[in-house]
T-cell receptor, first 110, second 116 residues
Protein backbone atom coordinates (compact mmCIF):
# COMPACT_ATOMS: atom_id res chain seq x y z
CA UNK A 1 0.00 0.00 0.00
CA UNK A 2 1.29 3.46 -0.89
CA UNK A 3 1.91 5.35 2.34
CA UNK A 4 3.76 8.42 3.55
CA UNK A 5 4.57 8.69 7.24
CA UNK A 6 5.95 11.75 8.98
CA UNK A 7 7.55 12.30 12.34
CA UNK A 8 7.33 13.85 14.77
CA UNK A 9 3.61 14.62 14.75
CA UNK A 10 4.29 17.94 16.48
CA UNK A 11 7.32 19.91 17.54
CA UNK A 12 7.92 23.03 19.61
CA UNK A 13 11.23 24.89 19.29
CA UNK A 14 12.69 28.22 20.37
CA UNK A 15 13.11 30.97 17.83
CA UNK A 16 16.55 30.85 16.26
CA UNK A 17 17.01 27.10 16.77
CA UNK A 18 17.30 24.50 14.02
CA UNK A 19 15.05 21.48 13.56
CA UNK A 20 14.68 18.45 11.31
CA UNK A 21 11.45 16.83 10.20
CA UNK A 22 11.32 13.26 8.90
CA UNK A 23 9.38 11.55 6.11
CA UNK A 24 9.34 7.81 5.28
CA UNK A 25 7.45 6.48 2.30
CA UNK A 26 6.49 3.22 0.64
CA UNK A 27 5.11 4.76 -2.55
CA UNK A 28 5.95 2.97 -5.77
CA UNK A 29 6.84 3.67 -8.51
CA UNK A 30 8.51 6.79 -7.18
CA UNK A 31 8.41 9.91 -9.35
CA UNK A 32 9.31 12.77 -7.06
CA UNK A 33 9.05 14.01 -3.48
CA UNK A 34 7.76 17.40 -2.38
CA UNK A 35 7.68 19.30 0.87
CA UNK A 36 4.86 21.76 1.48
CA UNK A 37 4.26 24.37 4.17
CA UNK A 38 0.67 24.88 5.28
CA UNK A 39 -0.18 27.86 7.45
CA UNK A 40 -3.29 27.56 9.60
CA UNK A 41 -6.42 28.14 7.57
CA UNK A 42 -4.63 28.19 4.22
CA UNK A 43 -3.75 25.85 1.42
CA UNK A 44 -0.32 24.16 1.22
CA UNK A 45 2.52 26.00 -0.51
CA UNK A 46 5.39 24.16 -2.17
CA UNK A 47 8.87 24.43 -0.62
CA UNK A 48 10.94 21.90 -2.60
CA UNK A 49 10.57 19.23 -5.26
CA UNK A 50 13.16 16.43 -5.59
CA UNK A 51 13.57 13.68 -8.15
CA UNK A 52 15.07 10.23 -7.68
CA UNK A 53 18.57 11.43 -8.55
CA UNK A 54 18.65 14.44 -6.21
CA UNK A 55 20.03 14.10 -2.68
CA UNK A 56 19.66 17.65 -1.45
CA UNK A 57 17.69 20.73 -2.39
CA UNK A 58 17.56 24.08 -0.62
CA UNK A 59 15.08 26.92 -0.55
CA UNK A 60 16.40 29.68 1.68
CA UNK A 61 16.52 28.37 5.26
CA UNK A 62 14.81 25.12 4.21
CA UNK A 63 16.96 22.17 3.09
CA UNK A 64 15.41 18.89 2.01
CA UNK A 65 17.31 15.63 1.66
CA UNK A 66 16.30 12.43 -0.07
CA UNK A 67 17.63 8.90 0.26
CA UNK A 68 15.79 6.94 -2.42
CA UNK A 69 17.41 3.67 -1.34
CA UNK A 70 15.97 3.80 2.17
CA UNK A 71 12.91 5.75 1.04
CA UNK A 72 13.48 8.52 3.55
CA UNK A 73 13.47 12.29 3.31
CA UNK A 74 14.09 15.04 5.80
CA UNK A 75 13.41 18.76 5.94
CA UNK A 76 15.90 20.83 7.90
CA UNK A 77 14.94 24.33 9.00
CA UNK A 78 17.80 26.62 9.97
CA UNK A 79 17.59 29.58 12.34
CA UNK A 80 13.85 29.23 12.84
CA UNK A 81 11.56 32.24 12.83
CA UNK A 82 8.11 32.76 14.32
CA UNK A 83 6.70 32.71 10.79
CA UNK A 84 7.92 29.12 10.38
CA UNK A 85 5.09 28.02 12.68
CA UNK A 86 2.97 25.87 10.37
CA UNK A 87 2.30 22.31 9.31
CA UNK A 88 4.92 20.74 7.03
CA UNK A 89 3.67 18.09 4.66
CA UNK A 90 5.66 15.50 2.73
CA UNK A 91 4.13 14.44 -0.59
CA UNK A 92 5.30 11.61 -2.83
CA UNK A 93 4.23 11.41 -6.45
CA UNK A 94 3.60 8.17 -8.31
CA UNK A 95 1.98 7.81 -11.70
CA UNK A 96 -0.74 10.44 -11.82
CA UNK A 97 -1.38 10.69 -8.10
CA UNK A 98 0.09 12.41 -5.08
CA UNK A 99 0.31 10.74 -1.68
CA UNK A 100 0.28 13.07 1.31
CA UNK A 101 1.71 12.55 4.76
CA UNK A 102 -0.26 13.73 7.78
CA UNK A 103 2.21 16.52 8.41
CA UNK A 104 4.36 17.75 11.27
CA UNK A 105 2.95 20.68 13.20
CA UNK A 106 5.80 23.05 14.06
CA UNK A 107 5.44 25.79 16.66
CA UNK A 108 8.23 28.32 17.05
CA UNK A 109 8.11 30.24 20.33
CA UNK A 110 9.96 33.45 21.24
CA UNK B 1 -3.23 36.94 -11.27
CA UNK B 2 -5.50 35.42 -8.58
CA UNK B 3 -4.06 31.87 -8.73
CA UNK B 4 -6.57 29.28 -7.53
CA UNK B 5 -9.83 30.59 -6.12
CA UNK B 6 -12.54 28.64 -4.31
CA UNK B 7 -16.09 29.48 -3.33
CA UNK B 8 -17.62 29.43 -0.85
CA UNK B 9 -15.09 29.74 2.00
CA UNK B 10 -17.48 28.31 4.58
CA UNK B 11 -20.68 26.29 4.29
CA UNK B 12 -23.04 24.53 6.68
CA UNK B 13 -25.41 21.92 5.27
CA UNK B 14 -28.02 19.62 6.69
CA UNK B 15 -27.83 15.92 5.97
CA UNK B 16 -29.31 15.19 2.56
CA UNK B 17 -28.82 18.66 1.12
CA UNK B 18 -26.80 19.15 -2.04
CA UNK B 19 -24.26 21.76 -3.00
CA UNK B 20 -21.51 22.53 -5.48
CA UNK B 21 -18.04 23.77 -4.58
CA UNK B 22 -16.54 25.98 -7.22
CA UNK B 23 -12.88 26.22 -8.20
CA UNK B 24 -11.19 28.36 -10.83
CA UNK B 25 -7.57 28.97 -11.85
CA UNK B 26 -6.12 31.66 -14.07
CA UNK B 27 -2.67 30.13 -14.65
CA UNK B 28 -3.55 28.19 -17.82
CA UNK B 29 -2.96 24.93 -15.98
CA UNK B 30 -3.95 21.63 -17.49
CA UNK B 31 -4.53 19.50 -14.39
CA UNK B 32 -6.94 20.27 -11.59
CA UNK B 33 -7.60 18.36 -8.36
CA UNK B 34 -10.05 18.15 -5.48
CA UNK B 35 -8.79 17.03 -2.07
CA UNK B 36 -10.29 16.75 1.36
CA UNK B 37 -8.32 17.28 4.57
CA UNK B 38 -9.47 15.76 7.84
CA UNK B 39 -7.83 16.05 11.28
CA UNK B 40 -5.04 13.51 11.75
CA UNK B 41 -5.09 12.51 8.10
CA UNK B 42 -3.17 13.67 5.08
CA UNK B 43 -4.91 15.32 2.16
CA UNK B 44 -6.80 12.69 0.22
CA UNK B 45 -7.58 12.96 -3.46
CA UNK B 46 -11.27 12.89 -4.34
CA UNK B 47 -11.17 13.46 -8.11
CA UNK B 48 -8.77 14.94 -10.60
CA UNK B 49 -8.83 16.16 -14.16
CA UNK B 50 -5.64 15.79 -16.19
CA UNK B 51 -7.02 17.91 -19.00
CA UNK B 52 -10.17 19.66 -20.13
CA UNK B 53 -12.86 17.10 -20.80
CA UNK B 54 -11.41 14.31 -18.66
CA UNK B 55 -11.96 13.36 -15.03
CA UNK B 56 -10.72 10.44 -12.95
CA UNK B 57 -11.47 9.08 -9.52
CA UNK B 58 -8.99 9.47 -6.73
CA UNK B 59 -8.72 7.72 -3.40
CA UNK B 60 -12.10 8.76 -1.91
CA UNK B 61 -14.62 9.50 -4.70
CA UNK B 62 -17.78 8.04 -3.16
CA UNK B 63 -20.51 10.60 -2.57
CA UNK B 64 -18.98 13.18 -4.93
CA UNK B 65 -19.24 14.15 -8.58
CA UNK B 66 -17.10 16.57 -10.55
CA UNK B 67 -17.32 18.63 -13.71
CA UNK B 68 -14.43 20.12 -15.65
CA UNK B 69 -16.48 22.92 -17.12
CA UNK B 70 -13.60 24.33 -19.17
CA UNK B 71 -9.85 24.66 -18.76
CA UNK B 72 -10.25 27.20 -15.94
CA UNK B 73 -13.02 25.68 -13.82
CA UNK B 74 -13.42 22.42 -11.92
CA UNK B 75 -16.44 21.96 -9.67
CA UNK B 76 -17.17 19.40 -6.96
CA UNK B 77 -20.75 18.40 -6.21
CA UNK B 78 -22.20 16.70 -3.16
CA UNK B 79 -25.57 15.28 -4.21
CA UNK B 80 -26.75 14.22 -0.75
CA UNK B 81 -24.46 15.48 1.98
CA UNK B 82 -23.61 13.25 4.94
CA UNK B 83 -21.91 14.12 8.26
CA UNK B 84 -18.90 12.04 7.13
CA UNK B 85 -18.32 14.66 4.44
CA UNK B 86 -17.60 17.34 7.04
CA UNK B 87 -14.11 18.39 6.06
CA UNK B 88 -11.93 21.08 4.54
CA UNK B 89 -11.90 20.85 0.77
CA UNK B 90 -8.97 22.06 -1.29
CA UNK B 91 -8.81 22.59 -5.01
CA UNK B 92 -5.40 22.54 -6.70
CA UNK B 93 -4.00 22.96 -10.17
CA UNK B 94 -0.73 22.41 -12.00
CA UNK B 95 0.58 22.76 -15.51
CA UNK B 96 1.74 19.16 -15.92
CA UNK B 97 -0.57 16.29 -16.71
CA UNK B 98 1.35 13.45 -15.06
CA UNK B 99 2.58 12.87 -11.53
CA UNK B 100 6.12 12.57 -12.82
CA UNK B 101 6.18 16.10 -14.15
CA UNK B 102 7.96 18.51 -11.83
CA UNK B 103 5.46 21.31 -12.16
CA UNK B 104 4.42 22.82 -8.87
CA UNK B 105 0.91 22.17 -7.59
CA UNK B 106 -0.89 25.34 -6.46
CA UNK B 107 -3.65 25.14 -3.87
CA UNK B 108 -6.69 27.29 -3.26
CA UNK B 109 -7.55 28.66 0.20
CA UNK B 110 -10.00 25.86 1.00
CA UNK B 111 -13.72 25.49 1.73
CA UNK B 112 -14.71 24.54 5.26
CA UNK B 113 -17.82 22.38 5.04
CA UNK B 114 -19.88 21.21 7.99
CA UNK B 115 -22.72 18.73 7.51
CA UNK B 116 -25.12 18.51 10.44
Amino acid sequence: KNQVEQSPQSLIILEGKNCTLQCNYTVSPFSNLRWYKQDTGRGPVSLTIMTFSENTKSNGRYTATLDADTKQSSLHITASQLSDSASYICVVSADNQFYFGTGTSLTVIP
Amino acid sequence: NAGVTQTPKFQVLKTGQSMTLQCAQDMNHNSMYWYRQDPGMGLRLIYYSASEGTTDKGEVPNGYNVSRLNKREFSLRLESAAPSQTSVYFCASRYGTSGGALHEQFFGPGTRLTVL
